[in-house]
């Protein structure tokens, strides 16, 4: 399966961006599925629940299951984060995955940085950061997107991708 990572800074546009590429690729008929990272405490399940009763007693993983979807809670119990490779393999096959955040890994990303972003763009040290969108002209050494021509930057993501096939 194929990945695009869209990173940033906090309140910097990710989610909007990330939400919109998911919607455009899905328009363009591909199975779409997304990893979103948060460097904060998250937790799905609520205390008192049946679900986190199991996980505090001590279960590795608990899948909650309804008839509109499911879930799966796994706990790390002091283990290390895992890598996005491994999250990958765990999820259903599929023709894209787009991955908001983890912008400390290794994999193609385009960075989402507006001028209400005060932090220095992240493209300045990550190699890994191959377009930018923004709504104001940034420097960056390769393409920059409007942030609202999603259109576009869906675009050069899908051609890079078929140009990186040809290549390997």
């Given at each position: 399966?194929?990945?695009?990572?869209?990173?940033?800074?906090?309140?910097?546009?990710?989610?909007?961006?990330?939400?919109?590429?998911?919607?455009?690729?899905?328009?363009?008929?591909?199975?779409?599925?997304?990893?979103?990272?948060?460097?904060?405490?998250?937790?799905?399940?609520?205390q008192g629940t049946d679900s986190y009763r199991h996980r505090e007693a001590g279960a590795n993983e608990v899948l909650l299951a309804s008839g509109q979807r499911y879930a799966i809670m796994h706990e790390?119990?002091?283990?290390?984060?895992?890598?996005?490779?491994?999250?990958?393999?765990?999820?259903?096959?599929?023709?894209?995955?787009?991955?908001?955040?983890?912008?400390?890994?290794?994999?193609?990303?385009?960075?989402?940085?507006?001028?209400?972003?005060?932090?220095?763009?992240?493209?300045?040290?990550?190699?890994?950061?191959?377009?930018?969108?923004?709504?104001?002209?940034?420097?960056?050494?390769?393409?920059?997107?409007?942030?609202?021509?999603?259109?576009?930057?869906?675009?050069?993501?899908?051609?890079?991708?078929?140009?990186?096939?040809?290549?390997?």
């Amino acid at each position: 399966m194929k990945s695009i990572g869209i990173v940033g800074w906090k309140n910097c546009g990710k989610t909007t961006l990330a939400s919109a590429v998911i919607k455009e690729l899905s328009a363009r008929g591909f199975k779409v599925n997304s990893v979103k990272h948060a460097h904060h405490y998250v937790d799905v399940d609520q205390q008192g629940t049946d679900s986190y009763r199991h996980r505090e007693a001590g279960a590795n993983e608990v899948l909650l299951a309804s008839g509109q979807r499911y879930a799966i809670m796994h706990e790390l119990r002091d283990a290390p984060e895992p890598k996005l490779d491994e999250l990958l393999a765990r999820m259903s096959p599929c023709d894209w995955v787009v991955v908001e955040g983890m912008k400390s890994h290794r994999h193609p990303k385009v960075e989402v940085h507006l001028q209400t972003c005060d932090q220095t763009p992240l493209f300045h040290t990550d190699p890994d950061v191959i377009a930018v969108a923004t709504d104001q002209p940034l420097g960056f050494d390769g393409p920059e997107f409007d942030i609202n021509d999603v259109k576009s930057l869906v675009d050069f993501i899908l051609v890079r991708e078929s140009d990186e096939a040809v290549t390997e």
